[in-house]
């Protein structure tokens, strides 16, 4: 496993990170009401859709939702083909490819399009530029989905805030957004879906908000690990120095009641939309 050289994404893909990826899943479904999605398509899933999930990772939004719903057929697309199990429920398929080169589908192939925690695998540009070619794919009536958490967290305390505002500063160089959670809403309506809705839910971090805190709390640390080496490099501290002041976050994610926002916000493209089909894809 490792990161494919053109790709953003910041946190190192390793087994560590798979398990964190899977946690963070159930973290982030109980956290909205026990859901995994807030579009309105239940009635659709159930009869059999087309869903595509962008940046699947190892799978396990797509895995959720292809056992709640075996009439739908579920396509993850990921860079990384190692963290993908290969055993696979009937009902879905993966693709191995660089979104950033063009998401490989033609037009009107989906119903519904999901994507999740890709804050830090794009920049602002990117990151659009994703929305505006997934709405491209969408059947009439098709759905788009977003859900991003913010990476700046309330609440931190003096060791958290020195590693975060150095975190945001590696963001901002690289054009990246710590809080595009906050115009998911407006780049839905800047490529005209009409229908946006938003769902806020504030998730803690710290075990003296519970068992979801404590979870959400040891992940956060756990996506720190995974960034260590960006950090160490851009704060020009030793790996020993960053491991002490990652350790440092989880101690006081037990004495500081950190929370953050996670968003989902969903559109729906308007039915005259629609591309013509490009005959040379
Ligand atoms: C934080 S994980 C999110 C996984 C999943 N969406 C979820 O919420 O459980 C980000 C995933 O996006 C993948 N990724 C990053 N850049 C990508 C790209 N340019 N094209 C396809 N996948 C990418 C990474 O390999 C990683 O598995």
């Known amino acids: 496993m490792g990161n494919s050289g053109s790709v953003n994404y910041l946190v190192k893909v390793d087994e560590v990170q798979v398990d964190r990826i899977q946690k963070l899943h159930h973290i982030i479904k109980s956290c909205f009401n026990n859901t995994n999605y ?19 990772g190892p799978g396990t939004w797509i895995f959720d939702m292809s056992s709640d719903y075996k009439k739908s057929k579920f396509t993850g697309i ?11 429920p009937f ?33 602002e540009s990117q990151y659009e530029q994703i929305i505006k070619e997934s709405i491209d794919l969408l059947k009439p009536n098709g759905y788009l989905e977003l859900c991003e958490g913010e990476v700046i967290f309330h609440n931190m305390g003096p060791i958290s805030r020195r590693i975060f505002y150095s975190m945001e500063k590696i963001l901002r160089n690289r054009s990246m957004n710590p809080l595009m959670c906050n115009r998911l809403h407006e780049f839905l309506a800047k490529h005209k879906l009409r229908h946006i809705q938003q769902e806020d839910v504030m998730i803690p971090l710290s075990p003296l908000n519970g068992k979801i805190g404590e979870l959400h709390g040891l992940n956060a640390y756990y996506s720190l690990y995974g960034m260590k080496d960006v950090l160490a490099k851009h704060m020009r501290l030793s790996k020993w120095e960053t491991e002490r002041l990652i350790e440092g976050f989880l101690d006081e994610t ?12 969903y559109g729906e493209i308007h039915s005259n939309s629609q591309q013509p089909i490009k005959k040379d894809r």
Request: net charge negative; aromatic share 14%; hydrophobic share 40%.
């Open 38 to 56: 807030s579009a309105p398509i239940s009635k659709d899933l159930e009869r059999g859709i087309e869903v595509l999930d962008i940046g699947s």
């Open 78 to 88: 990921e860079i990384e083909s190692s963290i993908v199990p290969a055993i696979l």
């Open 91 to 123: 009902n879905t398929r993966f693709i191995y490819h660089n979104v950033l080169d063009g998401i490989p589908f033609y037009p009107n192939s989906f119903d519904y399009i999901f994507m999740r925690s890709m804050v830090l695998c794009f920049n």
């Open 254 to 265: 037990r004495t500081y009641q950190m929370y953050c926002k996670y968003t989902r916000v």
